[in-house]
């Protein structure tokens, strides 16, 4: 089975039928199938942080949801150790060349740890980063 890393930009497109990227990444799913995924505490964070200023009904989807992805089988969410803060953190530092966000940084991190070479997202970053935006 296909394992692959899920960024922010593709989890909200999923959840928000109105995102520019939500027919692409249903397609995408479509045709991964069976596939798995990785994806981190620090993406859910973002993604809630993405639904905080929408009404209740999306705030409530959206934390619904990422409840339910911790008791999905086929979804592996990493958490946010102390060790991958600071894993990440230097990569943040040694990349100043770059604009990648210590969340980009981390999700790097956790790819390279699990060998992924593809991520479900739209972020030009993975690219940057040696790895296959499958959303681009």
């Not at 939500?22 to 995924?37: G, T, Y």
């Not at 100043?96 to 060998?115: G, R, Y």
């Amino acid at each position: 089975m296909k394992t692959v890393f899920a960024d922010a930009g593709y989890w909200i497109a999923i959840l928000n039928p109105a995102d520019n990227l939500r027919a692409k990444a249903v397609s995408l799913s479509n045709a991964l199938e069976p596939f798995q995924i990785v994806t981190s505490e620090m993406i859910f964070t973002e993604v809630l942080n993405s639904f905080s200023r929408r009404e209740s009904a999306f705030r409530q989807a959206a934390a619904q949801f990422v409840k339910r992805s911790f008791n999905n089988p086929r979804i592996e969410i990493v958490a946010q150790t102390s060790d991958l803060f600071h894993q990440s953190l230097n990569l943040y530092e040694q990349r100043a060349d770059k604009d990648w966000s210590h969340t980009d940084c981390a999700s790097f991190c956790i790819m390279q740890q699990k060998n992924i070479l593809e991520a479900l997202s739209h972020d030009r970053h993975f690219e940057q980063a040696g790895f296959v935006a499958l959303l681009r």
